[in-house]
């Protein structure tokens, strides 16, 4: 029992390393299997990790609860740990999925409007509040001519990740 039980906390100590040291083996796989996605993350350090724990814990847990000899323990073991490795591998694949839509860039914010929260001012910056992504984010603002606070404005150039260009709305 005690090596399964070894073999579970090994997978455990290789699960924290998958997570500092992320895409180790990947790229490791990678360069030895010559850039070929046939094992497409099979092989990444979360997947044997986990494969090693469940294959480990079940062992110890079939050989100390339900009293079970070494191999059939094993064989117990190795059949949760494949199951366990494939869920985790269905699971990162499902994370990383490449068909994600991009990240919002700044530059769609242009067009788009918004609420003034803090009046801006001739010669200076105030702040308005816009939906970028569906999500409320507010920015620095400067216009042409001062804007009251709660003007609805409509943004005309992004300075800056941070700071856009407005006018107001006219109706």
């Known amino acids: 029992m005690g090596w399964f039980l070894g073999l579970g906390s090994a997978g455990l100590v290789l699960l924290a390393l998958s997570l500092v040291f992320d895409g ?10 010559g850039g ?22 079940t062992g110890a847990i079939a050989t100390g609860a339900a009293g079970a000899g070494v191999v059939a323990a ?11 490795a494939w869920l985790t591998w269905r699971f990162s694949r499902a994370l ?3 068909g994600a839509a991009p990240a ?3 530059e769609d914010l242009m067009g788009t409007s918004g609420a003034v929260v803090t ?35 409509w943004v005309e150039s992004v300075l800056s990740p941070t ?5 107001p709305v006219e109706r």
């Open 24 to 33: 180790l083996l990947e790229g490791f796989f990678d360069s030895i299997g």
């Open 36 to 57: 070929l996605d046939v094992l497409d993350g099979v092989l990444s350090l979360p997947v044997i990790a986990g494969f090693v724990s469940a294959l480990g814990f």
């Open 74 to 84: 094993t064989l117990t073991g190795i059949a949760v740990g494949v199951l366990v």
């Open 96 to 98: 990383l999925r490449d």
């Open 104 to 106: 919002p860039r700044g």
């Open 119 to 153: 009046a801006i001012p001739a010669d200076g910056y105030g702040e308005v509040l816009l939906y970028l992504a569906g999500q409320p984010v507010k920015y620095a603002a400067k216009a042409a001519e001062p804007v009251a606070r709660g003007a609805e404005v």
């Open 163 to 167: 700071s856009v260009t407005v006018r």
